[in-house]
């Protein structure tokens, strides 16, 4: 069996330092692909020189952006510096871009203020034809009008999804895959379980977020094949045919 873990933080410092050993223990349970999303222009460069990683750690596609939660910080000149950064990596993603409305303590203006920094990101993206990785914590409505404005339709993954599977289907119809991860290790996180119950073959992918979402210890991308069992047993199949349909999912968005 063979995965992709389709979010994983791969430059961050809790993962970096051991970064062959942890490559080696997901090779060893069949993840051999990654994808590794940026968070801020400060880690561009950490980001993209994993893409230039030898291949026999696995293949390594890289997305370069500005999470959400660095909106506030962001000056016209960031934009500028990722239209730079992406030229030079002609398989770069965007990412990680999006929207979080989670903290319900953000003002109008700070909302804006996302909405301006993701939405000028998709324009890039789409001018650029790369697909973008989406975080999305109770923004569905709001991101989806934001591709529909832009004219985004280059796809790509809305990750660690949590919303229901409505939601899901709207953003399935914009073009992208669903991220499901590491959620689903937490037994009391019903809505994920419904939402994944929902989803046809074709719509979802895995993902762990390392080395984040675990309470006691860091997350890694070996720890996709337990995700793969969660998910299996959720769909009422086997976790082969998780791998079968994830990777086929994975191949269509990494295939070009
Ligand atoms: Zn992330």
Known sequence: MNFTDTHCHLADAALRENLPHILTAARKVGVK???????????????????????????IRIALGIHPWFSDGIAEQDFTSLEAVLARYPRAWVGEIGLDF??????PPQRERQIQVFSHQLAIAQTQRR??????????????????????AQGGIVHAFSGSAE?????VGLGFKIGIGSLLLNPNARKVRDTLKALNDGDFVLETD??????????????????????????????????????RNADALLGR
Request: net charge negative; aromatic share 6%.
């Open 210 to 247: 390392s080395p984040f979402m675990l309470k006691k210890e860091i997350n890694t991308p070996a720890n996709i094949p337990g995700i793969a069992k969660i998910a299996a047993e959720i769909r009422g199949t086997c976790v082969e045919e998780i791998a079968k349909v994830t990777e």
């Open 102 to 107: 989670y903290d319900k303590t953000q003002t």
């Open 33 to 59: 692909r990654f994808i590794v999303p940026a968070t801020c222009p400060q880690d561009w460069q950490s980001v993209a020189e994993l893409s230039e990683m030898p291949s026999e750690h696995g293949q």
């Open 167 to 171: 939601e899901a289907r709207v953003l």
């Open 131 to 152: 697909r973008v990785i989406i975080h999305n914590l109770k923004a569905t409505a709001d991101i989806a009008a934001a591709v529909k404005q832009t004219g985004f």
